[in-house]
């Protein structure tokens, strides 16, 4: 099969390391690249190729419409048939190509690859490489392909350094959004404006980076303490988000300034209590307001008959929540990018003497490899109370599903 690319894509798809490390910025073209990657050369009778994602429903969802929407385009796909339940398309002489997800490791075991691609590197697993795919590839010397956005220094990092280093087998390259040569300039510099610095240069300038593990990194108790009690004569929401852990029920209260600004002036903190008297409790402060809880609260009861979220609702209180949750990381930056965007813009404060309990999560919780650290009791509870009303009043739009393209 004979495909034409144009630099730099050219360059990477000819290179002689077995090993290949792509980092890009979001919108890349990264996944339309790795397809192609995956026909070059001869597709022998038997013989397997695998694209393997995060997830069995991101790969579902991106690569294989992709895939056939590209057999398509070369005039494969009358010849091919496709298996839509196992994500399987097999040429006519018996070649076939997968698309996999690593969230379920034991699906991944027990054949020989003639090539592999592991596209979002930076959200798998591991151990997915060195223990799953790399034996698997030993029958036909195959080569692998490792591309993706960084998401700190983990595993991802580590082999864009093998890369570097030169050795016989490996190769990296790293290309911000802007040089893949399909996003306008314009959406760019917007998104200056929604993220915050860290996550900016990770998403769109593939920049490898690091803070610690501090998880809330943007937040700092002497730029964003404000007192604010001048707004509390003026007309202004009330917003309300609320975690239901029952040993420890918390809510933070916040007034939303404007469009495009929260200022959370006290909090709510429950102990071995219950859904129904904290919504009494927050009648006598705030009546009426909207709360953005956990949006698992629509499914868990408190009572045998009442939902969380009805219990709130029934209280007089607007409810608004997502269906599911949004992927943690998707909060995180969304709490991130309000302390302070990469264009240096503050949206957010915090009376810190009124809101303890929050501002200790924010100074104190951890990550704790790819999740947030939730072995003390007493942490995360108020933090994720504000991220649910945060990233649902201003999502950080990642082009993700979950943590994938979309």
Same mark, same amino acid.
């Given at each position: 099969?004979?495909?034409?690319?144009?630099?730099?894509?050219?360059?990477?798809?000819?290179?002689?390391?077995? $090993?290949?490390?792509?980092?890009?910025?979001?919108?890349?073209?990264?996944?339309?690249?790795?397809?192609?990657?995956?026909?070059?050369?001869?597709?022998?009778?038997?013989?397997?190729?695998?694209?393997?994602?995060?997830?069995?429903?991101?790969?579902?969802?991106?690569?294989?419409a992709? +895939?056939?929407?590209?057999?398509?385009?070369?005039?494969?796909?009358?010849?091919?048939?496709?298996?839509?339940?196992?994500l399987?398309?097999t040429?006519?002489?018996?070649?076939?190509?997968?698309?996999?997800?690593?969230?379920?490791?034991?699906?991944l075991?027990?054949?020989?690859?003639?090539?592999?691609? +592991?596209?979002?590197?930076?959200?798998? *697993?591991?151990?997915?490489? &060195?223990?799953?795919?790399?034996?698997?590839?030993?029958?036909?010397?195959?080569?692998?392909?490792?591309? &993706?956005t960084?998401?700190?220094?983990?595993?991802?990092?580590?082999?864009?350094?093998?890369?570097?280093?030169?050795?016989?087998?490996?190769?990296?390259?790293?290309? *911000?959004?802007?040089?893949?040569?399909?996003?306008? !300039? @314009?959406e760019?510099?917007?998104?200056?404006?929604?993220?915050?610095?860290?996550?900016?240069?990770?998403? $769109?300038?593939?920049?490898?980076?690091?803070?610690?593990?501090?998880?809330?990194?943007?937040?700092?108790?002497?730029?964003?303490?404000?007192?604010?009690?001048d707004?509390?004569?003026? !007309?202004?929401?009330?917003?309300?988000?609320?975690?239901?852990?029952? &040993?420890?029920?918390?809510?933070?209260? &916040?007034?939303?300034?404007g469009? =495009?600004?929260?200022?959370?002036? =006290?909090?709510?903190?429950?102990?071995d209590?219950?859904?129904?008297?904290?919504?009494?409790?927050? *009648?006598?402060?705030?009546?009426?307001?909207?709360?953005?809880? =956990?949006?698992?609260?629509?499914?868990?009861?408190?009572?045998?008959?009442?939902?969380? %979220?009805?219990?709130?609702?029934?209280?007089g209180?607007?409810v608004?929540?997502?269906? @599911? %949750?949004?992927?943690?990381?998707?909060?995180?930056?969304?709490?991130?990018?309000?302390?302070?965007a990469?264009?240096?813009?503050?949206?957010?404060?915090?009376?810190?003497?009124?809101?303890?309990?929050?501002?200790?999560?924010?100074?104190?919780?951890?990550?704790?490899?790819?999740?947030?650290?939730?072995?003390?009791?007493?942490?995360?509870?108020?933090?994720?109370?504000?991220?649910? @009303?945060?990233?649902?009043? $201003?999502?950080?739009?990642?082009g993700?599903?979950?943590?994938f393209?979309?």
């Open positions: 099969m004979s495909i034409e690319l144009k630099q730099p894509r050219a360059e990477i798809m000819k290179h002689p390391a077995r $090993f290949k490390v792509l980092v890009t910025g979001r919108r890349w073209g990264k996944t339309y690249f790795a397809l192609i990657w995956l026909h070059r050369g001869d597709l022998q009778a038997g013989r397997m190729r695998w694209f393997v994602a995060p997830t069995y429903r991101q790969g579902k969802l991106i690569a294989w992709l +895939l056939k929407e590209l057999h398509r385009k070369w005039g494969l796909y009358q010849k091919v048939s496709y298996s839509e339940t196992e399987i398309a040429f006519p002489n018996g070649f076939q190509l997968g698309i996999k997800g690593a969230d379920n490791e034991d699906s075991r027990g054949v020989g690859l003639d090539a592999v691609v +592991l596209e979002e590197y930076a959200f798998m *697993k591991a151990n997915v490489w &060195g223990e799953i795919i790399r034996p698997m590839l030993a029958d036909y010397q195959a080569p692998a392909l490792f591309i &993706g960084p998401d700190g220094l983990n595993h991802f990092y580590d082999h864009y350094q093998k890369g570097l280093q030169s050795p016989s087998e490996w190769q990296s390259w790293q290309f *911000k959004s802007i040089e893949g040569g399909y996003i306008d !300039p @314009a760019i510099e917007a998104a200056r404006g929604d993220m915050d610095e860290r996550t900016y240069r990770q998403e $769109f300038e593939a920049s490898f980076e690091t803070v610690g593990n501090r998880v809330y990194y943007s937040f700092d108790r002497k730029e964003h303490h404000e007192r604010r009690d707004l509390r004569a003026q !007309p202004l929401e009330t917003i309300i988000g609320m975690d239901f852990n029952v &040993g420890k029920m918390s809510a933070v209260l &916040g007034w939303r300034v469009k =495009d600004f929260i200022h959370w002036y =006290d909090e709510v903190i429950l102990r209590s219950n859904t129904f008297e904290m919504a009494e409790v927050l *009648k006598q402060v705030c009546r009426g307001a909207t709360i953005y809880p =956990d949006p698992a609260g629509s499914a868990r009861k408190s009572s045998a008959t009442k939902s969380d %979220h009805a219990i709130l609702r029934d209280a209180f607007n608004i929540a997502r269906r @599911a %949750h949004p992927p943690v990381r998707d909060r995180v930056n969304a709490v991130n990018s309000r302390f302070k990469a264009d240096g813009s503050v949206r957010m404060t915090i009376d810190v003497d009124k809101c303890k309990e929050l501002v200790a999560d924010l100074e104190r919780v951890q990550w704790r490899g790819g999740d947030i650290d939730k072995r003390d009791d007493e942490r995360t509870h108020s933090s994720d109370a504000m991220g649910y @009303a945060v990233e649902y009043l $201003f999502p950080v739009n990642r993700f599903v979950g943590a393209k979309r």
